[in-house]
C-alpha cells in the first residue's frame, strides 16, 4: 500500500494547477498516490488531465465547495498518511521525505505541518509576526487566524475518525475550524523548513473573495466548540473572550457598512457570552 495520498482539490484553476501537480509527481519521494478532486471546474482543467491520466487520479464532482472536495478525496484516499496541497500552491522538492520522516520519527504526532514561503506578484512577501508558526499544544494559537497553512499539513488518516471530516457548511475557513477541532485534543508536529510555497493576494481567491466577512466563518467554528461542550474550563475562557472580540469587531464593521441587522446579531451574541465569561 502507498505510503501518502496527496489531495489537490481544484476549481477553475487550470492555469496553475499544473505547477502544482507537477511540483508534487517530482517529489524525491515517490510512494504516494495524487488525487485530484475537480469541483466542478469549467475551465480547461478536464482537457488538461488527460495529459496526466496515467499518473494521477482525476475525479470530477458539480461544484460544492472547496470543503466537500477536500472530504470526497479524503473518503478516496488510501494511504495511512494524507498530505494536502492546494491547486494554486506547490511543494519544495523534498517536502513528503522530510515530512513523512519526522511523522515516523515522531509517531505519536497525528499531524504535522511546515514553514512556508509567501509570494505576491512574484515576489517574496514577508510574513507578519501573526503568521509564526508553532509547534505543541496550540489551541489558543489558532483562535485568533488560521494558523495552520492548508498545503503544509501531512495528517494520519485515523485523524479524521477522531475529530471528523472537514465542515461542509463553510464555504470558506473549512481549514480553520478542522485545525481548531483539532488543537484541542492534539498536538501538533512543526518541521521548521520552508517546505511549501504559495502565491497569494488574488481576487479569485476563496480567502480574497471573502475577505471582508472571514471572522463571520470563524465565530461560526468558535460557536460550534463552546455548544458541543468540548472544552475544558481554560481553553473554554480562550475561546469565549475570542469569541466576544471577533463579534465586536464584525459587528461593528456590519453596522458601519449599513448591515444593521447582521451587526446587532453578532453585538447581541458578544453581550450573551460576556454573561458567560463571568460565571467561568
Not at 507578519?128 to 508558526?133: A, E, F, S, T, W
Not at 463553510?170 to 485534543?185: M, N
Amino acid at each position: 500500500m502507498t505510503q501518502i495520498s496527496v489531495i489537490i482539490p481544484t476549481y477553475n484553476r487550470a492555469i496553475f494547477l499544473k505547477k502544482a501537480m507537477d511540483s508534487v509527481l517530482n517529489q524525491s519521494y515517490q510512494d504516494f498516490e495524487l488525487i485530484i478532486v475537480d469541483d466542478g471546474s469549467v475551465d480547461e482543467t478536464k482537457v488538461m488531465m488527460k495529459e496526466y491520466e496515467n499518473r494521477v487520479k482525476y475525479i470530477y464532482q458539480q461544484n460544492k465547495g472547496p470543503a466537500s472536495a477536500r472530504n470526497r478525496g479524503i473518503k478516496e484516499a488510501k494511504a495511512d498518511f494524507v498530505a494536502f496541497l492546494d491547486s494554486d500552491d506547490w511543494w519544495a522538492k523534498d517536502k513528503l521525505k522530510v515530512q513523512l520522516k519526522a511523522m515516523q520519527d515522531s509517531p505519536d504526532y497525528l499531524i504535522s505541518h511546515t514553514q512556508e514561503i509567501w509570494y505576491k506578484n512574484g515576489k517574496v512577501l514577508n510574513q507578519k509576526k501573526k503568521h509564526r508558526k508553532f509547534a505543541g499544544h496550540i489551541f489558543d494559537k489558532c483562535l485568533p487566524i488560521c494558523a495552520v497553512g492548508m498545503s503544509t499539513m501531512m495528517v494520519k488518516k485515523e485523524l479524521f475518525k477522531k475529530i471528523g471530516l472537514f465542515d461542509e457548511d463553510l464555504p470558506c475557513c473549512e481549514d480553520y475550524d478542522l485545525w481548531l477541532r483539532a488543537s484541542v485534543k492534539f498536538p501538533f508536529l512543526l518541521i521548521d523548513k520552508p517546505l511549501t510555497l504559495k502565491q497569494g493576494g488574488r481576487p479569485e481567491q476563496v480567502s480574497s473573495k471573502y475577505a471582508q466577512g472571514i471572522d463571520k466563518f470563524r465565530i461560526y467554528s468558535i460557536k460550534k466548540l463552546l455548544e458541543e461542550d468540548a472544552l475544558d474550563n481554560q481553553k473554554r475562557q480562550l475561546a469565549v473572550a475570542e469569541l466576544k472580540r471577533k463579534c465586536k469587531i464584525y459587528g461593528e464593521g456590519c453596522i458601519k457598512h449599513n448591515k444593521k441587522e447582521e451587526g446587532k446579531f453578532y453585538l447581541d451574541l458578544m453581550r450573551q457570552y460576556s454573561i458567560v465569561l463571568t460565571i467561568l
